[in-house]
């Protein structure tokens, strides 16, 4: 496992938190700040269970300006996001977890807590707009504001229409610090 693969897991946690606290007023930060810890599960999932193929799809995702999961599906047949939620019932993670795992690429197939779904997706998306992820791609605010988390959160909390992407990942520089420390713990041993 390598730092510079696993850093965006652990730091959209407090971005999904911000997110929810900063703009959003969803009532539940600590929640969110959990479902943005363990949305990318599976990809630890598939670093250990099939090494070669993770990196290879790393590298198509970082050569071919591709989103992780769509790499992922062209070398490996599979998503981190099918592994992740395999291994979350086996845990028997809150179904709510599970769905965040399972559909945080793809919301409009979740069927519990939609908002908290949304959340982890549209701060993945300002964290990847942020150029703060591995792979390459970078969505633009145009794709984020079309983006089917920011329509349906929109319509749920009306803060959402006033969050300028690039203020926001600005403002957020505030979690750096912050993501540093969780980004260090995990990787100390
Ligand atoms: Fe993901």
């Known amino acids: 496992m ?12 407090p ?10 007023r969803y009532p539940e930060p600590e929640r969110a700040y959990l479902a943005g810890l363990l949305h990318d599960l599976g990809e630890l999932v598939n670093s250990i269970a099939v090494p070669d193929l993770f990196l290879a799809a790393s590298e198509r995702a970082r050569t071919q300006n591709e989103p992780f999961y769509a790499a992922e599906m062209a070398v490996m047949g599979f998503t981190h996001c099918q592994s992740g939620v395999y291994l979350a019932e086996r845990w028997k993670l809150p179904d709510e977890l599970a769905d965040t795992i399972a559909h945080h690429h793809d919301i409009e197939q979740a069927k519990r807590n939609l908002p908290l779904v949304a959340i982890v997706r549209l701060s993945d998306l300002l964290f990847s707009h942020r150029g703060l992820t591995y792979d390459t791609y970078v969505p ?17 909390y009306p803060g959402v229409s006033h969050v300028n992407p690039d203020q926001f990942t600005a403002d957020m520089d505030a979690f750096v610090g912050e993501v540093g420390k969780l980004v260090d713990a995990i990787f100390r041993y």
Do not use: Q, Y
């Open 140 to 156: 633009s605010p145009a794709e984020i504001a079309e983006d089917s988390a920011w329509i349906m959160l929109e319509g749920e």
């Open 15 to 24: 971005w999904s938190a911000g997110t929810s606290r900063k703009k959003i």
């Open 2 to 13: 390598t730092r510079s693969h696993f850093g965006n897991i652990p730091s959209v946690a």
